[in-house]
């Protein structure tokens, strides 16, 4: 949930209908299409010839697409969300830029939809329940938005409103956005991207069910209850549905606020959460994959780190996690043999992977796990790790005789690691990544 504070939140009502959606999605595609007929026009002035992918990934496009989606919210929103995260990298500066205010730009509901969706799911006497309520939301996302209540028994309360009609779309918006890609030229006509779209819409399902999310975050209270360095909020059942997720009311302030903090906070913060991570994949079979960076907040007085938004979390098999320890360990020790091993185990590539492409794979293991392999305090504020990664990246996913989408609980992981690098390196963290992993690795298998 990305938080924004009340006086810089926009208000727009949320197209609920698949009608009033598919209008959004055809006045964005109309706008678009207007800006490359303009754009092409105008290269061919010039004596260009213009390519379809160059036009439609232009800032003028972006900002359309960005502006639609905003209003829109739901997996439209989600989805774009992820693209600025995922590909951002790979997208012109112009349009990397623009689609990341998707991670901070939702339009929140106005009062009036507000209370429609409060009423239908705690009937008309609701507001005979709080003592307070704050209809201006304390933070506005793609699937709902948060508003802050007091019960009559005295309860200070976070509530979570899911947008209406957001589950519903689902299914059409994932499409469409997909559609888009197709359409950029980003994505090979030869890539079956079926399988990614499915699991993409079953997990936005998931995100959009708020008992679900309710279980994850009682189940996370459970999880680190001996660990005081880090606070969950509590769930509060009796005002929990499916679109209403309410949980107790925990202040902080945004983890990138504390850039200008002593350099020895950032390196502890970021050592808690490269451990959390270790131990949701090793120890809890358990992780919360999203890497936005306003699911985590700090606590500058008690020095805690809040963990926030448990709608994506997802569980993982011990053998994934065991497979990942045997990666881990064969990296660290420089074993491209049993590195192979554990890559294939995973799904990373088959026995019809061509060799030069299994060696560049192998070669990306190596440099993603640069952290796990250097002896002391790594430091993600100078690292080059990331550049030459999206080299290596680029030039292995420009060969289309590799085009091949991994198992997708790794791109799950995939995201959560690359959301904890991009604060480490925000935050110009120094972490013994190495000493912190062989706690795990060490440990026996997960029955």
């Known amino acids: 949930m990305a938080p924004k504070t009340p006086t810089t939140l926009g208000s727009s009502a949320v197209p609920s209908s698949r009608l009033g959606r598919l209008v959004r999605l055809g006045g964005m595609a109309t706008g678009v299409a207007g800006n490359m007929l303009m754009a092409g026009a105008q290269q061919l002035a010039q004596g260009k010839r213009p390519k379809l992918s160059d036009l439609l990934l232009t800032p003028a496009n972006a900002l359309k697409i960005t502006q639609q989606l905003a209003q829109m919210r739901g997996a439209a929103m989600k989805v774009g969300q992820l693209i600025s995260m995922d590909a951002g990298d790979l997208l012109p500066p ?233 990666l881990m360990s064969a990296t660290m020790a420089g074993d491209r043999d049993a590195m192979a091993q554990a890559g294939a185990s995973i799904g990373y590539f088959d026995g019809n992977t061509l060799a030069k492409h299994q060696t560049a794979v192998l070669d990306m293991f190596e440099m993603a796990l640069e952290p796990l392999r250097f002896d002391g305090a790594f430091d993600f504020g100078t690292t080059d790790m990331a550049p030459r990664l999206r080299e290596a990246g680029m030039a292995l996913g420009l060969d289309r005789d590799f085009w091949h989408i991994p198992p997708i609980d790794t791109l799950f992981l995939h995201r959560k690691l690359g959301g904890l690098f991009l604060l480490a390196a925000r935050l110009k963290a120094r972490v013994n990544v190495r000493q912190l992993v062989l706690p795990y690795l060490q440990a026996p298998p997960l029955q």
Request: net charge negative; glycine share 4%; with cysteine.
């Open 94 to 326: 112009e349009m990397a830029a623009i689609l990341a205010r998707l991670r901070s730009d939702a339009h929140a509901m106005p009062q009036r939809q507000v209370q429609a969706v409060l009423t239908a799911n705690w009937g008309a006497k609701w507001q005979q329940r709080f003592a307070s309520f704050s209809f201006t939301p304390v933070a506005a996302a793609s699937i709902g938005q948060v508003h802050r209540a007091t019960t009559q028994d005295g309860r200070d309360l976070a509530i979570k409103i899911q947008y209406p009609g957001v589950r519903k779309s689902i299914s059409s918006d994932v499409d469409n956005v997909a559609s888009l890609l197709r359409l950029s030229g980003l994505l090979p006509k030869s890539l079956d991207i079926a399988p990614l779209l499915l699991e993409a819409k079953r997990q936005l399902r998931e995100e959009a069910d708020y008992l679900a999310e309710g279980a994850h975050l009682r189940r996370f209270n459970e999880l680190l209850a001996g660990t005081p360095e880090f606070v969950v909020p509590l769930l509060h059942a009796d005002f929990t549905t499916r679109n209403v997720l309410a949980m107790s009311y925990v202040s902080g302030v945004s983890v990138e606020s504390i850039e200008t903090a002593p350099q020895a906070e950032c390196d502890r913060m970021l050592s808690l959460l490269v451990d959390l991570l270790f131990r949701e994949l090793f120890e809890f079979g358990l992780m919360q994959t999203d890497p936005n960076f306003a699911n985590y907040r700090y606590d500058p007085e008690s020095q805690q780190l809040i963990l926030l938004d448990f709608g994506a979390t997802r569980s993982f098999a011990p053998a994934f996690g065991q497979a990942y320890k045997q």
